[in-house]
């Protein structure tokens, strides 16, 4: 009888699971795939096939679901994945309430080693935040819970990478990380996102998960507010019951305790070396004045930007070598800015 029942309840799961993710097509794939919770659409001309879609469509559907438990929030509707498979990078929200927009390129094989990893759910969490704070976000906070949730989600350390910038002196006193924010400089994107994840990290396991739960529902209520930033050392400190400069003691205790990788501090040396490119607010101002910035240069920036990080675990990678490429890459965007201003200026086409 148990047998007979738990095969039925196999059956009807089978038959929900096919319910929700609509039918199957017949020969060739559609351009999105859907369920109750999300719709994941892909762009024109690129076949996915259907036990793809359908892996993709579990996985988001789990980390959506692990993102409303944490939070204790329900989207009031489906949430939009688009595979956009943009020229340069950047995934993000795009402003909208409900929609993610992902500019990697689409798994298209079952054999792909990434549909059996579970899905980052880094992006709903800005939309969780935003819907919760009445689109008040505030970067650092919205970051540095975006990036918890994902660690957690993910089994990812939650503090390595604050450790080496603290080891490196590039950790900025925690009164000044609490609202640093930095949307045109990687690097400081990166100390700002960590640092701030590493430190709510630190309050989920020392204050427990109620205690950042209230401090996330607080931010609601002091968004917009006059002296932000009194405001938000105060609301850390009511959610802790503890003063800002012991939480920020205890928090380095925490991050001096964790053995960095001397290779992993040379790479994050060479990270802000590479900042100098100021890329981001290179592809933002090209993207602005629909200039198509060189494929060879997109290239270089891409593989360059993961040689700094591979670097840590692949010892075929030097130094030296990275550091004339970071050069390279300097002088190169130099060069396209100049290129850009003198188009500009003469009023070429672009
Ligand atoms: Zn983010």
């Not at 259907?50 to 438990?69: A, G, P």
């Not at 802790?240 to 290779?263: D, F, G, Y």
Request: glycine share 6%; aromatic share 10%; with cysteine.
């Amino acid at each position: 009888m148990r047998t007979h029942s738990a095969v039925k309840t196999v059956v009807l799961l089978a038959i929900v699971t096919w319910f929700l993710a609509g039918s199957p097509p017949t020969g060739a794939s559609s351009k999105e795939t859907a369920n109750d919770t999300v719709v994941i659409r892909f762009p024109d001309g690129i076949d996915v096939p259907w036990e793809v879609q359908e892996l993709l469509l579990q996985r988001v559907t789990e980390s959506i679901r692990f993102v409303e438990d944490f939070f204790g929030y329900a989207f009031p509707r489906r949430i939009e994945y688009q595979f956009i498979e943009s020229r340069y990078w950047g995934i993000g929200s795009a402003g909208y309430p409900n929609i993610v927009r992902d500019p990697w390129p689409v798994p298209t094989s079952i054999e792909d080693p990434s549909l059996y990893r579970p899905f980052n759910p880094h992006e709903v969490v800005h939309l969780v935040n935003h819907a919760i704070w009445h689109h008040c976000a505030v970067d650092s906070m919205d970051e540095g819970f975006a990036c918890l949730v994902q660690n957690l989600y993910l089994s990812l350390p939650l503090h390595y990478e604050a450790s080496g910038l603290l080891a490196l002196g590039e950790l900025p006193p925690l009164q000044t990380l609490l609202l640093e924010s930095s949307q045109v400089s990687r690097f400081r994107y990166f100390v700002a996102s960590r640092g701030n994840s590493s430190f709510l990290g630190f309050l989920y396991e020392r204050f427990g998960h109620r205690s950042i739960i209230r401090l996330h529902r607080g931010l609601a209520e002091i968004c917009g507010e006059g002296r932000f930033s009194d405001n938000l050392i105060s609301l850390v400190e009511k959610c802790t019951s503890t003063p800002i400069a012991q939480l920020e003691v205890e928090w380095h205790k925490v991050l001096r305790a964790i053995q960095v990788h001397p290779r992993y501090l040379t790479a994050l040396r060479l990270y802000k070396e590479y900042d100098k490119a100021d890329l981001l607010r290179l592809v933002k101002q090209c993207e602005w004045l629909d200039v198509e910035i060189d494929p060879a240069f997109m290239a270089e920036v891409r593989s360059l930007n993961s040689d700094i990080w591979s670097y840590v675990n692949n010892e075929s990678l030097t130094e030296e070598e990275l550091r004339a490429r970071i050069e390279e890459i300097v002088k190169w965007a130099e060069e396209i800015r100049r290129g850009i201003s003198d188009r500009h200026t003469t009023g070429s086409p672009a």
